[in-house]
Nanobody, 121 residues
Framework: VQLQASGGGLVQAGGSLRLSCAASGGTFTWYTVGWFRRAPGKEREFVAS????????YYADSVRGRFTISRDNAKNTVYLQMNSLKPEDTAVYYC???????????????WGQGTQVTVSS
């Protein structure tokens, strides 16, 4: 499956962005889809994931209550709605797909190219 992330940009602290991850070339409903991010000078970290049906989602503690992950299986797309953004949310955001249900990036086999999110203070 191929993944294309989009929707990043520059936003002021407290603002919102919605990221999209469009999938092609596979059976989308087979996959858990996750968002990860890599901030400058840091390792890539888990942000959120959503299971195949969309009924179950998981979040990192740092984003819970501010970010919402959702999926539209008819459009083969997963979204990450990011509200109340903070400067520490600045990172390259990657979407990824896994046949499992883990939050461990090692379990994700397919990755999009990343989209830059920059939050100014």
């Amino acid at each position: 499956v191929q993944l294309q992330a989009s929707g990043g940009g520059l936003v002021q602290a407290g603002g919102s962005l919605r990221l999209s991850c469009a999938a092609s070339g596979g059976t989308f409903t087979w996959y858990t889809v996750g968002w990860f991010r890599r901030a400058p000078g840091k390792e890539r970290e888990f942000v959120a994931s959503i299971m195949r049906s969309g009924a179950t989602a998981y979040y990192a503690d740092s984003v819970r209550g501010r970010f919402t992950i959702s999926r539209d299986n008819a459009k083969n797309t997963v979204y990450l709605q990011m509200n109340s953004l903070k400067p520490e949310d600045t990172a390259v955001y990657y979407c990824s797909a896994s046949l499992g249900q883990s939050r461990d990036e090692a379990q994700y086999d397919y990755w999009g190219q990343g989209t830059q999110v920059t939050v100014s203070s």
